[in-house]
């Protein structure tokens, strides 16, 4: 609307958009039933492939702020420039701070957006099938998005009798300010996208380390608004690494992989399942780098060698976090070029703390999964020197790490 000079086009933008906007139920069914199965994927045609990235169009320009400052393009950066201010609203407030939800918005583009959230409930299903199996990480991130989606919709439905339009505004404005970076994420073709793939990423980081740091436990104030707005940069964070190609992903890493890993173990701290999720997904494919590496799959990215001692001490206790990097190690240890990982786990095996063995035993165990049904075998050594481990652990006082060893050592053959 901005690159216009005709008043009459830009005064007439929203009642166009209005119109363009009653064909996305139409739309939504071309996206549905556009794809077929082959190999057991989803796989989308051409037409809904233009159908969805058409709804993404139209209900990202529904979040576009009301007024038009000058008849200049904008930068490439406009679109993100108000993320921090919008975002902070949680679900279960009862009051819109007209500072940071309302101020540049147009409330009836916001209202029309959520008349449409059942169709973007069933695009966003349809654009997770297509990316589960080729792109996960950014199948998770939209996962993520559709979660949060469903849970504003049930929350409006059990609230929608008892507090009326307030709400309603609320969760408007709410979806809007988001929705504004999702839809701008989740396009399937958009040439444009690395020219302000830099600036969201950075946006991103920096949105994650600011929330973290301003609305942690000691800030109960803010405690909640904080953890919403979190868990909004790192969906985005998913959506963005997941859907770059690997010239581009490495060189995002290269920037600010270390950056990145730094931050998100910080997250693993956190109690919230969806932010410790979210968290490894992006920590997993930051040292991993599943779907961008070639050549055997093995690694010894620099990321991996500053982060895993970070990771290792995570399993000094039995809790939540230990949990949730279990299987990550595992993987580590499976693709790295070297057995130090390796080695360090096995010698809290042999620790006399009996969380450490447990969470070790864990490991090793998720390790001999992960390593009998791939073709990166390690050296003999290697597996003589778990074997050996395991056998040690026969005798240990707890009953659960004498199974999961004996477990073990059945799918090595000893």
Same mark, same amino acid.
């Given at each position: 609307?901005?690159?216009?000079?005709?008043?009459?086009?830009?005064?007439?933008?929203?009642?166009?958009?209005?119109?363009?906007?009653?064909?996305?139920?139409?739309?939504?069914?071309?996206?549905?039933?556009?794809?077929?199965?082959?190999?057991?994927?989803?796989?989308?045609?051409?037409?809904?492939?233009?159908?969805?990235?058409?709804?993404?169009?139209?209900?990202?320009?529904?979040?576009?702020? $009301?007024?038009?400052?000058?008849? *200049?393009? &904008? %930068? #490439?950066? +406009?679109?993100?420039?108000?993320? /921090?201010?919008?975002?902070? $609203?949680?679900?279960?407030?009862? *009051?819109? &701070? %007209? #500072?940071? +939800?309302?101020?540049?918005?147009? /409330?009836?583009?916001?209202?029309?957006?959520?008349?449409?959230?059942?169709?973007?409930?069933?695009?966003?299903?349809?654009?997770?099938?297509?990316?589960?199996?080729?792109?996960?990480?950014?199948?998770?991130?939209?996962?993520?998005?559709?979660?949060?989606?469903?849970?504003?919709?049930?929350?409006?439905?059990?609230?929608?009798?008892?507090?009326?339009?307030?709400?309603?505004?609320?969760?408007?404005?709410?979806?809007?300010?988001?929705?504004?970076?999702?839809?701008?994420?989740?396009?399937?073709?958009?040439?444009?996208?690395?020219?302000?793939?830099?600036?969201?990423?950075?946006?991103?980081?920096?949105?994650?380390?600011?929330?973290?740091?301003?609305?942690?436990?000691?800030?109960?104030?803010?405690?909640?608004?904080?953890?919403?707005?979190?868990?909004?940069?790192?969906?985005?964070?998913?959506?963005?690494?997941?859907?770059?190609?690997?010239?581009?992903?490495?060189?995002?890493?290269?920037?600010?992989?270390?950056?990145?890993?730094?931050?998100?173990?910080?997250?693993?701290?956190?109690?919230?399942?969806?932010?410790?999720?979210?968290?490894?997904?992006?920590?997993?494919?930051?040292?991993?780098?599943?779907?961008?590496?070639?050549?055997?799959?093995?690694?010894?990215?620099?990321?991996?060698?500053?982060?895993?001692?970070?990771?290792?001490?995570?399993?000094?206790?039995?809790?939540?976090?230990?949990?949730?990097?279990?299987?990550?190690?595992?993987?580590?240890?499976?693709?790295?070029?070297?057995?130090?990982?390796?080695?360090?786990?096995?010698?809290?095996?042999?620790?006399?703390?009996?969380?450490?063995?447990?969470?070790?035993?864990?490991?090793?165990?998720?390790?001999?999964?992960?390593?009998?049904?791939?073709?990166?075998?390690?050296?003999?050594?290697?597996?003589?020197?778990?074997?050996?481990?395991?056998?040690?652990?026969?005798?240990?006082?707890?009953?659960?790490?004498?199974?999961?060893?004996?477990?073990?050592?059945?799918?090595?053959?000893?």
């Amino acid at each position: 609307m901005e690159q216009y000079t005709l008043n009459g086009i830009r005064d007439n933008y929203y009642a166009l958009l209005k119109m363009l906007c009653s064909c996305i139920p139409r739309l939504v069914c071309i996206v549905h039933k556009g794809s077929t199965l082959q190999g057991g994927l989803e796989l989308p045609s051409r037409l809904s492939v233009s159908a969805a990235d058409c709804i993404l169009s139209m209900t990202e320009a529904l979040t576009k702020k $009301t007024k038009v400052a000058s008849n *200049k393009p &904008k %930068p #490439s950066t +406009s679109n993100t420039s108000h993320a /921090i201010s919008l975002v902070s $609203t949680g679900i279960k407030e009862k *009051k819109v &701070k %007209p #500072s940071e +939800s309302s101020e540049g918005f147009n /409330i009836e583009m916001a209202y029309l957006l959520w008349k449409h959230i059942e169709a973007l409930i069933t695009l966003l299903q349809s654009l997770l099938a297509w990316s589960r199996k080729s792109r996960p990480l950014h199948a998770k991130g939209v996962e993520q998005v559709l979660k949060w989606l469903q849970e504003i919709k049930r929350h409006h439905c059990h609230i929608e009798n008892e507090a009326g339009g307030n709400i309603l505004k609320t969760e408007a404005l709410l979806v809007s300010s988001c929705w504004k970076h999702y839809s701008t994420l989740l396009h399937l073709e958009d040439h444009r996208f690395s020219q302000h793939c830099d600036d969201l990423l950075n946006q991103y980081i920096s949105g994650i380390q600011y929330y973290t740091d301003n609305h942690s436990e000691g800030h109960t104030e803010n405690k909640d608004g904080g953890l919403e707005t979190r868990k909004f940069f790192l969906r985005c964070l998913c959506l963005l690494l997941g859907r770059l190609h690997i010239k581009k992903f490495e060189t995002a890493l290269s920037d600010n992989g270390l950056q990145i890993s730094q931050i998100l173990l910080s997250q693993l701290h956190c109690d919230d399942e969806d932010v410790m999720e979210g968290a490894v997904y992006i920590i997993k494919s930051v040292i991993l780098k599943p779907n961008h590496s070639s050549g055997n799959g093995l690694t010894d990215s620099r990321e991996m060698d500053a982060v895993l001692p970070l990771l290792l001490h995570l399993l000094d206790e039995r809790d939540v976090t230990a949990r949730a990097v279990v299987m990550l190690i595992a993987e580590c240890c499976s693709m790295s070029t070297d057995s130090n990982c390796l080695k360090q786990v096995l010698r809290r095996l042999a620790s006399g703390n009996a969380l450490q063995r447990r969470n070790a035993i864990d490991v090793i165990s998720g390790f001999v999964s992960i390593s009998s049904n791939s073709e990166n075998k390690n050296s003999h050594l290697a597996w003589q020197d778990i074997a050996n481990n395991l056998l040690e652990c026969l005798n240990d006082e707890e009953t659960i790490i004498r199974e999961l060893a004996s477990n073990s050592l059945s799918m090595i053959g000893i």
